[in-house]
Structure formats: structure tokens, C-alpha cells
């Protein structure tokens, strides 16, 4: 089956290249060009994932990227003109999973689209535990002694990465490497915000970490 | 005493540091002390006065009187008529306590003596006779001495006599008085204790009101010095919350006078003051914008034409040779423009000040290491080697690791273009604030004068160059903003024909001013890296990687157990070599290392 992909962008010349690139590449596309109609566009459509562009008519790409993750746990890759740190920093914390920066090779983006889109490894029933937090690998489940806690797929991965392997030390670029699928060095920018969004899902208190501890010049590491 | 001296020198020091600090302090003690010093010269000057002008009008009166009284006395002599024993003595007695006249309180003393060294007549029956507690010697011997020696003058001294318990002042006047042929001196003492205590009350007033208007002079200094040293202060910590960038801050103003001008003034200071730093604001901010509004309008049409050119790229096998060479070039050119547009937004963005530092510690001899695995294929296609030279643990170094892997990499790939093919080295220092990457080539390097110019945004030291790399001429410049945005420092050294050494040096922790760098810019010992605990890294065409440990016949000697390839990332760079060993690391000598690696590069292109 073709997965299926929303491109959420305005400039039209750029969607139509995009759907040109995404089709070659066995995808199916579905264009939205306003931001004020995208929520609607998801739904009628159910995407596998979701390109989109940070500046958009009607409503802000960042806005539309925290509606979506409201209802869906659906792979969000943001599409940036701006390279500046506050607006990333931004378009991840309001829920996008990674972001491709213009311009852009074809390729750079369907592996991005490719790696979110990476099926769920063959996943064995497994059961993992760091600190006093328990994984459900193959069911997808995270929970604190009875509480579920709802992650979504990209900290699910980042949880797990770390949980398997609790002695190890991951320095960031390891983990774009593990979690994300990036085979070149790229922003580490990924890494922190998405750890500590995790972090503010998982932690008791996540000033004082216990589940996802930060290595000083190294990188992070399971807690124990 | 032992323990007050502590305390006085205590308070000493405060008031030292108060007179020091305080003009207000510093003002009223001094007019304090000005007005005791002229109240003391007035107060003196006065009671001087007026103690001379009582001491003149009691002696005048005293002189009049005892003219008068011995007078008198004088005649009650001449006049007697007495001539035995009892009744002489008893006129003389009665003629001398009527000069100590009449009523409870006495007018005058006397002491009443008979002449010395004169013949002793039968009759003389009065030797001396004087007021009760009064001898002879309480009349100055001067005074005696005066009045023996005159005929009928009348002589006075200032002298003291006992009253009661206490001894009083007071004036004697002499003369002589003659009495049945025997000369007497008579000695008439007036009392000066009622004038004394008319001065002594004048001088507790003068005392009293001296005090009482110094003291109130001293409040009028503190007032007014208060008054205009108030606003002064007021002004100073009003600036200082100013220069802290607390730019709304204003000063109380009050009135129309001289204080109330500076308030106005210094306000109108701080507004136009505000209003040129909001301004500049503004216009960084619209700058800013600017910056921001032109990538993203010119990155999505980039974007587009990128991709269409990577489309047509791909598929220009399929063209005839003219399109197909025109889609090698679209495809290229549109790879430039876009490396040229990305430098261009960056400097723009540090010249908008909106470039950020988004410092974490990190290890940068792990980065280091990285920033050569990236540029390996470059290195390979310039055969050049790449060794570095770094201590054996980790540096932690405060760094947006970002900007530092850019400045890194540039500086890097600009030492493999200059190069000539030759060995690039690297070397990795920390001291206990700084630490410093140095990149070393061995290529055409650069004259002094060029070094220096190094850092100019497009600046090209011969222009004529072809430019392989495809630089933008920004890159540069961009390191040197990025170094700046980390308090480092970015130097370059260059000698004609000899290569050139690029060093940057940062601070371990931020805010923290680099005092020296830990390794020198001008390379003291040119190509060979430093003997002692180090590692080496010695970087190859990853090509050769699988022939490497086969082809280098010394493959057991430490210096080729450190010869990482590539392919082996970071596993031949673990190598902690004792010191014999790590100077003769290979890839460091000119003939033994640089030479092997250029061979390399040869057979990689043939």
C-alpha cells in the first residue's frame, strides 16, 4: 500500500515539485495550500505522514502542527525557510517530529519521509524499565505503576534507544543517527528538544531528571 | 585603654571613609570647625574686653578711694592728741578699721606695716596691724618694694588674699602714712571676686551662645548641603539604574531652581537616550525581520529550483549532450547560489545582531575529531593528510557546537585548498581557562600583510585564483563572527611560501576572558607534533583504508597502530602513546608523512 502524504504548503510551484519527487518515490500525495483548512484536509485524508511548511496563509504552521498532534500521533516533518534557532526550537516544541530546512535535495527529503515512515521494527513482546517508568515495547505502552503515559512514536523510539541499552551513553548524534535515521551529522537541536519534551511527559519533576539523564559534554543516558 | 584603642581606631577609619565618600559629611564638619575656630578668636577677644574694661573701672575706683582713705587716715593721725600706750594703740586701731567701712559687708582690707631699717622711736607702740587672715605677705614684695622707695606716691599691684577658705583676686594700693614721727606703710586691698563672677557669668553666656550658634550653623551647612547634594546623588543612582538598561528611569524634579535645571536636563538626557537605543532597536529588529522575510521568500523558490535541477540532474543520462550538460551546470551553479545565499543571510543576521549563542559543554576534541571524518573526501581529493594532535581525554568547553563545527570546517577545508597537497595539521591544547585548535598548512601561506586581512568579508588574497572550492569569500568572515559571539579569539599567522596557521582560541567557561592561548599562532616547531601524552590521528583516503595496514611496512610500530582510517572512524584515534613513540607519529615528519599520503591521493585519482 501507498503511504500517503499531506504537503501542507502554499507555494504551489513548490507543492507541485514536492508531489513530483513524492510520487517518484512510490508515494501518494494530497496537497493542502492553507493553513486554515488544514486540519480539515487530515482528516478527510488520513495521511501516514504529514509535510509542513512553517509559513502558511490562515493560520501559522505552528499552530496547525499543535492542532494535529492534539488528535494524532501522525509523523509531522516541518518544512523551514528559517533557519533561526527560536523558530525550529519552536516548530518542535509544538509537536513536529523532525524538520527538513530550505532548500533541500529530493532525496534529503523522502529519506526524512522515508524515516519517519520506517515501520515499527519486528517488534518482539519486550518489556523494558528505566527508573520506576515500565516500556510495552510491542504494545506501544508506557506506564508509571498504573498510569499509562501517551507518548508519540518518535519519544516512544527515544525511550526505548535509551532503555535498551541503559549503560550505554548516547551522544546526540547517536541518536539522530538511531532514532531519527540520520546517516550524516545534523542539528543536535533535534535531539534537546525532543529529549526534554519527553521529559516533560515522563518525569516527575523534570528539573530533576530521573528517567532521562543528561551526561555533561557527552550526551544522555537511561536512568537507573 | 587596651581595649578602647581598638574602637577609637575603628571609628576613625569610619569617619575617614565618611569624609572620603560623603560631601555632605565633608562640608558640615568643616564649617563646623570654621565656626568654632572664629568663635573661639570672637569669644576670646570679647571676654578679654570686657574683663579689662572691669578690671580698669575697679581699679579706678580703687585709687580714688584709697587717695581719700589714707587721706583720712592721715589726718586722724595728725590730728591726735593721744600720747600713752592704750590710747595710741586704740586710735590706730579704730582709725584702720574705719577704712574697712561700714556695714556687713567689707569695702576694703588693710595691711598696715611699719617701715623697716628706720630708728626705732620710745613711742612706737604699732609695729603692724592687718584685716582678719591678712599678713604683709600678701602684698607683691614689687609693690613694697615701690612704696618704700617713693615719697608720697600712692602704687597698686594685682595680688590674691585669703578669704575663708578660698583665695580671692585682688588690687593693692599702697602709700605711706606717718605717725607720731614713725613711717607706716598702709595697704589698702580691694576685693576682685564680684567682678570675676560678673566676667565668669558673662563668659558662660558667651560659651552658651557660641555652642548654641554653632550648632545651628552646623544644622544650616547639613541642610543646605543636603538640598544640593540630594539631587546629586539621586542623579548618580538614577544613571547608574540607566546604564543598567533600565532606560524608563527619571529623576524627581522639583521647583525651577538650579537643582531642578540638572533633574530636567539629565532627563531630557535619558529620553533622547531612549529614544535613540529604542530606535536602533527598532531598526535591528526591522532588520532582522528583513533578513527572515527575505529567506524565506527567496529559500522556497530555491527549494523548488533545486529540486527540479536535482530532477533534470538525475535524469540527464537520458539527455542529448547539450541538454545534458546544461543540467550538470543549472545543477552546480544552483548548489553555489544557494552556498553564497547561506552565507550572505548569516552575515546579515550577525550584522542585525540577532545571531544567538546557544552554548552547552561539549567535548571539542570529540568535534574535532568529527569535523575531520566530514571532510575526509575533500582531504582525499586534495591528497593532502590530515593529522591531529590532541590530549588524550576530553575538553569540556562551553560552545554553541554549531557555530564552532562551521568555524572548524571552514577553517579546515581553507587549509586543504591552500594546502598545495601538503600535510594539514591540527593540534588540540587546554589550559586551565582556554582552549585552542590550531590548523597548520604547509602550502603557498600568506604575507603578514595578508594574514591580517584574512577575516574581510570577500576578501581574496590573489584574485586571479580560480576558485575551486567555490567558496563565497564569507566564510571567513563568518568564523570570526562566530568566534567573536563566543568571547574567542580567531588569529591567523602566514609566511610566503611556508604555509599558514590558523588558531582559535575559546574560553572554557563563558564569560570567563581568555588571558593567554595554550598554543603559539607563529608554529614554533613547524609540522612535528609535540612529544608527550598524546594521541594522534592521522587521516587517509578512506580508498586506502583497506590496503593501509598492509601497504605500511611498519605496520607494528605505534605510529602506524595510530593511523586511523575513515572507514575505522574513531577507533584509530583511541591510541594513548608514551612519549618516544608519539613523536614520531606518522604523518608528522615532512619526508615520512606527507609523503605517504600524497601517494595516496595519486592512486585514488588514477
Known amino acids: 500500500m501507498k503511504a500517503r502524504i499531506l504537503v501542507v504548503d502554499d507555494d504551489e510551484a513548490l ?113 523494558l524499565r528505566i527508573a520506576d517508568v515500565t516500556i510495552d515495547v510491542a504494545g506501544h505502552l508506557v506506564s508509571r505503576g498504573n498510569d499509562r503515559i501517551s507518548l508519540t512514536p518518535l519519544e516512544f523510539d527515544l525511550l526505548v534507544a535509551l532503555a535498551r541499552k541503559p549503560w550505554q551513553v548516547f551522544t546526540r548524534e547517536l541518536l539522530l543517527e538511531q532514532v531519527w535515521g540520520y546517516r550524516h551529522a545534523a542539528d543536535t537541536r533535534l535531539v534537546n528538544v525532543h529529549v526534554q519534551r519527553l521529559r516533560s511527559k515522563i518525569e516527575r519533576d523534570p528539573e530533576a531528571p530521573e528517567v532521562v539523564l543528561t551526561v555533561r559534554g557527552v550526551g544522555y543516558k537511561a536512568g537507573s | 585603654m587596651q581595649r578602647l584603642l581598638p574602637g577609637i581606631r575603628y571609628l576613625l577609619r569610619a569617619v575617614q571613609r565618611k569624609w572620603r565618600r560623603s560631601l555632605q559629611f565633608r562640608t558640615v564638619l568643616t564649617t563646623l570647625m570654621l565656626a568654632i575656630g572664629s568663635f573661639a578668636v570672637v569669644g576670646a577677644y570679647l571676654s578679654n574686653q570686657i574683663a579689662n574694661n572691669l578690671f580698669q573701672e575697679r581699679l579706678a575706683q580703687a585709687e580714688s578711694e584709697t587717695r581719700y582713705n589714707v587721706k583720712q587716715v592721715q589726718d586722724t593721725f595728725d590730728g ?16 584702720l578699721n574705719a577704712v574697712e567701712g561700714r556695714g556687713s559687708v567689707i569695702q576694703r582690707r588693710y595691711v598696715f606695716e611699719a617701715m623697716p631699717e628706720q630708728t626705732k622711736p620710745r613711742n612706737r607702740w604699732v609695729e603692724s596691724r592687718a584685716s582678719d587672715q591678712l599678713t604683709i605677705g600678701v602684698i607683691p614684695p614689687d609693690l613694697r618694694k615701690a612704696v618704700q622707695n617713693s615719697g608720697k606716691d600712692q602704687y597698686w599691684a594685682s595680688t590674691q588674699f585669703p578669704v575663708g577658705t578660698e583665695d580671692r583676686p585682688g588690687i593693692a594700693v599702697g602709700n605711706k602714712v606717718t605717725f ?49 547634594v540630594s539631587p546629586v546623588s539621586h542623579a548618580a543612582v538614577v544613571s547608574e539604574k540607566l546604564a543598567a538598561g533600565q532606560l524608563q528611569e527619571r529623576m524627581v524634579v522639583k521647583g525651577e531652581d538650579e537643582v531642578a535645571r540638572l533633574g530636567a536636563s539629565f532627563n531630557h538626557m535619558a529620553a533622547s537616550l531612549q529614544e535613540q537605543i529604542t530606535q536602533l532597536a527598532t531598526l535591528s529588529q526591522m532588520q532582522q525581520r528583513f533578513v527572515s522575510d527575505v529567506s524565506h521568500e527567496l529559500r522556497t523558490p530555491l527549494t523548488t529550483v533545486r529540486m527540479a ?29 544557494q552556498s553564497l545565499l547561506a552565507d550572505l543571510l548569516e552575515i546579515s543576521r550577525f550584522d542585525a545582531g540577532a545571531a544567538t549563542l546557544d552554548a552547552e559543554p561539549t567535548d571539542i576534541v570529540q568535534l574535532v575529531a568529527h569535523v575531520i571524518e566530514g571532510v575526509a573526501p575533500v582531504a582525499a581529493e586534495y591528497g593532502s593528510a590530515v593529522t591531529l594532535n590532541a590530549p588524550a581525554g576530553s575538553v569540556i568547553v562551553d560552545m554553541d557546537d554549531r557555530r564552532i563545527d562551521r568555524i572548524l570546517r571552514n577553517l579546515i577545508l581553507n587549509a586543504l585548498e591552500h594546502g598545495e597537497g601538503r600535510p594539514v595539521n591540527i593540534s588540540v591544547a587546554a589550559s586551565d581557562t582556554a582552549v585552542a585548535v590550531a590548523v597548520r598548512d604547509h602550502g603557498i601561506g600568506m604575507t603578514p600583510a595578508e594574514a591580517a586581512r584574512v577575516f574581510d568579508r570577500f ?62 599562532l607563529e608554529p614554533v616547531n613547524v609540522g612535528l607534533p609535540e612529544t608527550g601524552r598524546q594521541r594522534t590521528m ?51 615528519t615532512p619526508d615520512g608523512g606527507s609523503a605517504g599520503p600524497r601517494e595516496t591521493g595519486m592512486e585514488g585519482r588514477a
Open chain 1, 15 to 127: 507543492a507541485e515539485m514536492i508531489g513530483i519527487v513524492l510520487r517518484n518515490d512510490g508515494f501518494e500525495p494530497v496537497f493542502c495550500a492553507d493553513g486554515g483548512q488544514a486540519l480539515d484536509v487530515f482528516r478527510a485524508s488520513k495521511p501516514d505522514l504529514v509535510l509542513l511548511d512553517l509559513m502558511l496563509p490562515g493560520m501559522d504552521g505552528i499552530e496547525v502542527c499543535r492542532q494535529v498532534r492534539a488528535e494524532s500521533d501522525v509523523p509531522i516533518v516541518m518544512l523551514t525557510a528559517k533557519a533561526d534557532t527560536s523558530d525550529v526550537v519552536r516548530g518542535l516544541e509544538s509537536g513536529a517530529d523532525d524538520y527538513v530546512p530550505k532548500p533541500f535535495k529530493p532525496a534529503e527529503l523522502v529519506a526524512r519521509v522515508r524515516a519517519r515512515l520506517r515501520p515499527g521494527d519486528q517488534k518482539a513482546p519486550e518489556t
Open chain 2, 80 to 95: 591726735a592728741q593721744v600720747t600713752d600706750q592704750s590710747s595710741v594703740i586704740t586710735l590706730v586701731y579704730d582709725t
Open chain 2, 180 to 228: 607720731n614721727g614713725t613711717v607706716y606703710e598702709l595697704y589698702l586691698i580691694y576685693d576682685l571676686n564680684t567682678a570675676q563672677k560678673t566676667l565668669d557669668e558673662i563668659q558662660n553666656v558667651l560659651l552658651a551662645g557660641g555652642a548654641v550658634l554653632v550648632l545651628m550653623i552646623g544644622g544650616v551647612a547639613w541642610y543646605v548641603t543636603r538640598n544640593v
Open chain 2, 309 to 337: 535541477a536535482e530532477v533534470l540532474y538525475d535524469a540527464r543520462e537520458d539527455f542529448d549532450p547539450i541538454n545534458k550538460r546544461s543540467a550538470e551546470l543549472l545543477y552546480n551553479q544552483v548548489e553555489r547560489f
Open chain 2, 459 to 520: 576578501w581574496r588574497a590573489d584574485p586571479a585564483r580560480a576558485r575551486t572550492t567555490g567558496g563565497s569569500g564569507l566564510g571567513l568572515s563568518i568564523a570570526a563572527e562566530d568566534t567573536k559571539l563566543h568571547d574567542g579569539w580567531l588569529q591567523a599567522w602566514g609566511s610566503k611560501g611556508h604555509g599558514s596557521n590558523f588558531r582559535l582560541t575559546l574560553p572554557l567557561r563563558r564569560h570567563e576572558p581568555i588571558t593567554r592561548s595554550p598554543l603559539h
Open chain 2, 538 to 588: 592521522v587521516l587517509l583516503d578512506p580508498q586506502r583504508s583497506a590496503e593501509t595496514p598492509a601497504a605500511t611496512p611498519g605496520a607494528g610500530t605505534p605510529g602506524a597502530a595510530a593511523r586511523g582510517t575513515m572507514a575505522d572512524g574513531f577507533r584509530g584515534f583511541s591510541g594513548d602513546f608514551s612519549g618516544d613513540g608519539g613523536g614520531a607519529v606518522g604523518g608528522a
